[in-house]
DNA sequence: GGATATTGCTCAGTATGCTGACTATCAGTA
DNA sequence: TACTGATAGTCAGCATACTGAGCAATATCC
């Protein structure tokens, strides 16, 4: 195999190379990814212990619908930082599942307002050990004080780079 | 709407709640998943930007088999903690857009040996400068010391969480 | 050597997430 | 009121990620 690095000395590529692409796996992109992934994994298997089958979405989603009645998709999108067109099948599976309403608005003909069922209440209270405990165990490897720094420090860069999503965290407009 | 609050006393309700759900959005695997739909999109954006067609994926696995020239797909799905039935398709559209090779293997008939192309080098040679910069844009909403300390708490957390995704990190078996 | 277990890869199916396009509706304005 | 622009929602299409199943080939153990 000829490379580049037959063509040039190679202290200067290796050193070069050092610098410019690093490993993969130590770049922030990266370990966005992967932590993300543990704690998808993590939070499924909690709520499966539990005997649900919620996906993290989904209970963003209910448990937003329930701290806001009523609520069209646009909104509740914007609440969680979800693209509207996810919004869609979330919903539609939320709704298949029995733990949410989607009924169109009298105000607005093009809105659907969107209301939690019984079901999905007695859903979100019974889920909610398995959550908390899914959270623990993402940051099991970190001292509470660790925890802390880490969340303050993601929140501090999601909120400056907040608009460079399509589907940015939006405040409650009432 | 009937819910429990209006069957028990209101304050001790509400701080009950406060302590059990708070904001969805301050749970760290919100902000797991916030802080990766930035990284996508300002990676995506960047890479864009430079005129290339690439996504963060791609890119890695493209990294790493120029690093580890002639491996099999489940050596490079383990030193990127990609799931093994990701890995096929991704593979498929480096295949397809000429940036790597995928060869059966003499010693392991069942194995795949993946090489990067010259377009693969010429690709991520010229991609490298947008890379690095989405790195540095996602974390700009940091100083330099607090990057520095959200990668390591990072690395910290996934190195405890690695075995708990179907898909963990592996080291080199060289 | 032969049964058994394991491994490398693929595939079908499901659920995010996104781009871009489209319909229906609403809001503001000339 | 008619026109224009914006907005709510959906859809088609694509790319991760995963579960679970299956096939072919290799390793292991008796």
Redesign the pocket.
């Known amino acids: 195999m000829l490379t580049i690095s037959m063509l040039v000395n190679e202290p200067a590529l290796a050193a070069l190379e050092e610098n410019s692409v690093k490993d993969n796996n130590d770049m922030p992109g990266h370990l966005a ?1 992967r932590f993300q ?1 543990i704690a ?2 993590v939070f ?1 298997a909690e709520v499966a212990d539990a005997g649900f089958d919620l ?4 209970y963003a989603a209910l448990a937003t619908i329930k701290a806001n009645p009523g609520l ?4 509740l999108a914007g609440l969680i930082a ?10 539609d ?1 939320l709704v298949q599942k029995g733990l949410a309403e ?1 009924r169109a ?1 009298s105000r ?5 307002e969107l209301e939690i069922t019984d079901e999905g209440r007695r859903t979100l209270r019974k889920i909610t050990p398995a959550v908390e405990s899914a959270q623990r165990i993402m940051l099991g490897g970190l001292s509470a004080k660790e925890g802390e720094e880490l969340m303050r420090l993601l929140r501090k860069a999601i909120a400056a780079g907040n608009e460079l ?3 940015p965290l939006r405040d409650v407009q009432v």
């Open positions: 990814r992934q998808v994994a499924l996906t993290p979405v989904q069209d998709q646009v909104t979800y693209d509207r067109t996810t919004i869609t099948g979330v919903i599976r989607r608005s607005d003909r093009r809105a659907r999503s399509r589907a």
